[in-house]
């Protein structure tokens, strides 16, 4: 069981947005940043949201982050049959010295 | 442009070991860290520990801890990780990712996945 929890799974249709949500405790995203991974089938991760909120050059602008107090959400408007992957929020654990993982999204674009 | 190729499959028997190398490009490798990161079949990511290629420093998870070293090479800006006692349940894509110097906060750049297969 990871320290990081997330649903398993997500689901909307083309266009609409979907908000993924990743909750953890003060040591890890209470007090350190977050990033966002989307991992399409068959493929490796890739970043897709660091520092809570920023964008990696080439990311577009449908994808968006944000943190409050133990909680983070990863945001995607304009849904693409494309963006349909695996999602995976990390961040730092300051008590265990570990950079956890949450479980994983599994997003569906209907 | 920053890259990171991984060694090619392996395939081992319960009880071995197997090494897996990381070799960067396009950047100073002792301005980063290499995350290692697993993903057993149909299952999530999970962190196995990083090595800062900056002064050496190492974390492992506590999963791993006995079980697993991490190095790092300068000379060819390789990375490499090292699992012992092999089990059935180690089969799985095993990543390595840049991370930072001295807190692997993001991993922005990851390399390909290396298929570590367990089998008797």
């Known amino acids: 069981q990871s320290v990081l929890t997330q649903p398993p799974s997500v689901s909307a249709a083309p266009g609409q947005k979907v908000f993924i949500s990743c909750s953890g405790s003060s040591s890890n995203i209470g007090n350190n940043y977050v990033s966002w991974y989307q991992q399409l089938p068959g493929t490796a991760p890739k970043l897709l949201i660091y520092d809570n909120n920023k964008r990696p050059s080439g990311i577009p602008d449908r994808f968006s982050g944000s943190k409050s107090g133990t909680s983070a959400t990863l945001g995607i408007t304009g849904l693409q049959t494309g963006d349909e992957a695996d999602y995976y929020c990390g961040t730092w654990d300051s008590s265990l010295s570990v950079a956890p993982f949450g479980g994983g999204t599994k997003l569906t674009v209907l | 442009q920053v890259q990171l190729v991984q060694s090619g499959a392996e395939v081992k028997k319960p009880g071995a070991s197997v090494k897996v190398s990381c070799k960067a490009s396009?950047?100073?490798?002792?301005?980063?860290?290499i995350s290692w990161v697993r993903q057993a079949p149909g299952q999530g990511l999970e962190w196995m520990g990083w090595i800062s290629a900056y002064n050496g420093n190492t974390n492992y998870a506590q999963k791993f801890q006995g079980r697993v070293t991490m190095a790092t090479e300068t000379s060819t800006s390789t990375a490499y990780m090292e699992l012992r006692s092999l089990r059935s349940d180690d089969t799985a894509v095993y990543y390595c990712?840049?991370?930072?110097?001295?807190?692997?906060?993001?991993?922005?750049?990851w390399g390909q996945g290396t298929l570590v297969t367990v089998s008797s």
């Open positions: 396009g950047y100073t490798f002792t301005g980063y860290g």
């Open positions: 990712a840049r991370v930072g110097a001295v807190i692997p906060f993001k991993s922005d750049y």
